[in-house]
């Protein structure tokens, strides 16, 4: 387990901006959003939309007959800086200048520490509400686990989460690789690989998003592609008016699997993921929305074309079940580890939106799109949320839903509360049937988890001469 002191250090001095921040955009940022809920219209296009069970109040409780038992939560970090900085594709792709980031590339940024000590807090919030944690709580080693992914934006992620929720305990934040690199955990890496398992899955991939063929994927994107290039007025760019970059593509879209490495998708889909990242993310940090646009006016149906290009990669790289069982097994293992481990009362993992949309993927979670939210699938900062809860004769529940700021609250830096809670979507898995609070049998989504993890080792027997990781053997 390695421990980051220099991040911890850093998280304290960055609480003291939050709180700065908190004082002076909070009551603001409340007013604006109000209290948000599940069944407000999303943005984004028509979908086999799962809808949210009815709550109680602005904690999500399913009913008084139930007792919370266990959370486990598998995070996506929080508001970062783009991945790339200054002379890369990025710069050369509009003629604007790009936010001033507060942070490195692809480093959590000042307002994504902010945002996530308050989630932090509104958990706190809800655990104490209802009773699965006292106030001040300060767990033993056993009772509270978080482990993070060894990048600076999930480990820092954790940190101000574990602030907002314990801030009286000073819980380790684990990592098991060298800091700033991937671990095996976390990494949404092909594990396995045999020329027929590729061609199987290449054929998988293409039938389900392309059309019949992985050049498809993306055939139905030249009205967002043309809504990209207006925004960041792609042709006045630099790359394109030298010839470096050129006109976003419907039929370039390529695909390579290879062992030790993430499904890697290419193509106009590639770049427009790019920019359609940086845009989001400039969005939820710049105060004038129009500066954040570029000067555009954006609507709600213009974010959501954006958003079908994030799909349309994610989909391509993590959504087939023969890639997102093999790719998402590693973190698969520890939810249920986790789930399994007595005593243990809360679990954070902090991972990435790829680990969320592998995972979901492999469990036969029905298509969704999440209201309220620019990247309907895997907002920034969401939580897959991992329930256990029990009934007054001992029955055992669960609950699977995702938790999140709305768009709103993310650019106010809204302080979150019974009043004033984050956003809830409770998802629907493929098979299994929720009782009329919206739960399931405990047992029957335990049993779900396992089928994933056991349907990689059923991939392993189906296709002979593979090679493998030596931790995943």
């Not at 069944?39 to 086999?48: K, L």
């Not at 020329?195 to 994107?221: H, K, P, Q, T, W």
């Amino acid at each position: 387990m390695g421990q980051n002191s220099h991040m911890r250090a850093i998280g304290v001095m960055l609480v003291v901006v939050f709180i700065s921040c908190a004082i002076t955009l909070g009551t603001l940022g409340c007013s604006a959003a109000g209290q948000q809920t599940a069944t407000q219209e999303a943005a984004a296009p028509e979908a086999n939309v799962t809808e949210t069970a009815e709550t109680t109040d602005g904690f999500y409780r399913p009913g008084d007959a139930y007792r919370l038992e266990q959370v486990v939560v598998l995070s996506r970090h929080n508001i970062r800086s783009p991945m790339s900085g200054s002379g890369s594709t990025l710069a050369v792709a509009t003629p604007h200048e790009w936010f001033a980031w507060t942070s490195n590339p692809s480093e959590l940024s000042l307002r994504g520490g902010a945002l996530e000590t308050m989630m932090g807090q509104y958990f706190r919030q809800w655990f104490e509400a209802e009773e699965l944690i006292p106030e001040n709580y300060q767990p033993t080693p056993d009772e509270v686990r978080f482990y993070a992914n060894a990048k600076q934006r999930t480990i820092a992620t954790s940190q101000y989460f574990s602030s907002g929720m314990l801030p009286v305990a000073n819980v380790p934040i684990e990592t098991h690789a060298a800091y700033d690199t991937m671990d095996p955990v976390f990494t949404p890496q092909i594990t396995f690989l045999s020329d027929s398992y590729e061609a199987a899955a290449m054929e998988e991939i293409a039938s389900r998003y392309g059309g019949g063929s992985v050049s498809g994927i993306g055939s139905d994107l030249a009205e967002p592609y043309a809504t990209l290039a207006d925004i960041v007025d792609y042709t006045e760019s630099a790359g394109y008016q030298d010839g470096t970059l050129s006109d976003f593509d419907t039929s370039d879209t390529q695909l390579d699997l290879a062992l030790e490495k993430e499904p890697a998708v290419s193509g106009s889909i590639r770049l427009g993921l790019q920019l359609v990242d940086a845009l989001m993310l400039q969005y939820y940090e710049e105060p004038d929305p129009l500066a954040a646009t570029f000067g555009h006016e954006v609507s709600d149906e213009q974010w959501a074309q954006l958003d079908q290009i994030r799909e349309a990669y994610n989909d391509a790289a993590f959504g087939s079940p023969m890639v997102s069982v093999n790719v998402a097994h590693p973190l698969l293992q520890e939810i249920a580890s986790e789930l399994d481990t007595d005593g243990r009362v809360f679990s954070f993992l902090c991972g990435h939106d790829s680990n969320i949309a592998s995972v979901t993927a492999a469990l036969g979670v029905e298509d969704y799109r999440v209201p309220n939210a620019i990247e309907t699938k895997t907002p920034i900062g969401a939580k897959l949320v991992f329930e256990r809860w029990s009934d007054g004769a001992g029955q055992q529940y669960a609950r699977l839903r995702l938790v999140y700021n709305s768009v709103d609250q993310l650019r106010n830096l809204s302080l979150l509360s019974a009043e004033n809670p984050p956003m809830s979507f409770d998802l629907s898995v493929e098979g299994l049937t929720k009782n009329e609070d919206g739960l399931y049998a405990y047992a029957d989504l335990r049993a779900r988890i396992q089928e994933s993890i056991e349907a990689y080792d059923q991939l392993m027997d189906e296709y002979p001469d593979l090679e493998v990781l030596p931790e995943a053997a």
